[in-house]
């Protein structure tokens, strides 16, 4: 049981938009940045939005974050058969000490 | 251009030890905190332990908590992780990753090492 929740899949046409929620509590999401990553099968995680709502650069502004209070948001617009993957969020946790994963959410680009 | 490269990873009996490394190149590596991040099998990311960039500050998921150290070689860029009292459910890739330059998220990842632990 993840200590951050997302939901398992989302789905959505190419070319649409599709939100990812990431829910938490104060100690983590409330307190702290929230970190999102893209994952292909047999690669490592890709980062996709760091402190919260900054892209890296290479990143296309299709990508997008945001939080508001104890919960982050992954927005991907203009939705591509390439964006299929496996997303999760990540942050710090001040009451674990530690750095906390998301359990992921499955995108299909129907 | 930023490099991590695992190696040590392989197979090893339950109870046993194992010793990773990180090599680390293109980057101050004296100036970051580096971390360790696994991934079982059809499994998502666990963060499992980072440490600061003079060693003073380490810290461990609860599931390795006592069974595992993080180390550091500055002088040799390298970090490691040694892992001790090994059960199946440290079977993953393990994965040594740095955070974004001036902010938080992990940028760079090495491209992992495969632990399985099996009699």
């Known amino acids: 049981q993840s200590v951050l929740s997302q939901p398992p899949s989302v789905s959505a046409a190419p070319g649409q938009w599709v939100t990812i929620s990431c829910s938490g509590s104060r100690a983590n999401v409330g307190d702290n940045y929230v970190s999102w990553y893209r994952q292909f099968p047999g690669t490592a995680p890709q980062l996709l939005i760091y402190?919260?709502?900054k892209r890296p650069s290479g990143i296309p502004d299709r990508f997008s974050g945001s939080k508001s209070g104890t919960s982050a948001t992954l927005g991907i617009t203009g939705l591509q058969t390439g964006d299929e993957a496996d997303y999760y969020c990540a942050t710090w946790d001040s009451g674990l000490s530690g750095v906390v994963f998301g359990g992921g959410t499955r995108l299909t680009v129907l | 251009e930023v490099q991590l490269v695992e190696s040590g990873g392989g197979l090893v009996q339950p109870g046993g030890s194992l010793r990773l490394s990180c090599a680390a190149s293109?980057?101050?590596?004296?100036?970051?905190?580096m971390n360790w991040v696994r991934q079982a099998p059809g499994k998502g990311p666990e963060w499992i332990s980072s440490i600061s960039f003079s060693s003073t500050n380490k810290h461990y998921a609860n599931s390795v908590r006592g069974r595992f150290t993080v180390s550091r070689d500055n002088a040799k860029t390298s970090l490691f992780l040694h892992m001790n009292s090994l059960t199946a459910d440290d079977t993953a890739f393990y994965y040594c990753a740095r955070d974004i330059t001036g902010g938080h998220g992990f940028q760079h990842w090495g491209q992992g090492a495969l632990v399985t632990v099996s009699s």
């Open positions: 402190d919260n709502n």
């Open positions: 293109g980057f101050s590596f004296s100036s970051y905190t």
